[in-house]
């Protein structure tokens, strides 16, 4: 799997988001709907914040939200599911529906949680990983590697400022851990990472 982890807040995902609107042709999605709600595209950095509060990982488990790419250039369609629910669980709802597929990109944002930054993920299968679980067609792995190469050099090259163990950090989250804030996987993580400047 290919896979890049880092560390970044509100304007470092925004940063990050609008390069995906502007440079490549992913679409962003909700990874699952809201219960008993169809599933949401969203066409904007404004459209994601205002849903979600992005930079904001409220429960510190860095997937606030869960965001699905798919670009039309990888498979013909994204693949959205029905997922059946339990009502007596769920609130008395039935369904909810989620997107995926074997040349979808999982988009994970963390972000603040009190004064730790939670780590973001950009990540999506390889061929090989996919063929050795049985899938053979359907996927331009040539047009989902070249995106993924564009977007995770942007990332690590272009708007990092400072690098933890084999994670980029973002100008924006940097300026906070500069000043106290922890780097951490998660809030229940027990360990927290050291961040050097690159040069």
Not at 40 to 45: A, D, T
Not at 103 to 112: C, D, E, R, T
Request: net charge positive; aromatic share 14%.
């Amino acid at each position: 799997m290919a896979q890049l982890d880092f560390f970044a807040i509100h304007r470092d995902h925004r940063h990050v988001i609008e390069f995906l609107y502007a440079e490549t042709d992913f679409h962003i999605f909700e990874m699952y709907s809201e219960f008993g709600q169809e599933l949401r595209e969203f066409k904007s950095f404004q459209e994601l914040d205002a849903a979600f509060n992005i930079g904001q990982d409220r429960h510190g488990n860095g997937y606030c939200p869960t965001l699905s790419l798919w670009s039309p250039s990888v498979m013909p369609s994204p693949k959205i599911s029905l997922v059946q629910l339990d009502p007596t669980r769920c609130h008395g709802f039935t369904f909810r529906y989620t997107v995926g597929g074997w040349g979808a990109v999982q988009f994970y944002l963390g972000g603040l949680q009190k004064l730790m930054i939670t780590k973001s993920h950009f990540g999506h299968w390889s061929e090989r990983g996919a063929r050795s679980r049985g899938h053979r067609s359907g996927v331009d792995w040539a047009a989902l590697a070249k995106l993924s190469n564009r977007v995770r050099y942007h990332i690590s090259k272009r708007l990092a400022v400072a690098e933890a163990p084999g994670r980029p950090v973002l100008a924006a989250a940097y300026k906070l851990y500069s000043v106290g804030h922890r780097l951490k996987e998660s809030a229940g993580h027990p360990m927290s990472y050291r961040a050097v400047a690159l040069s």
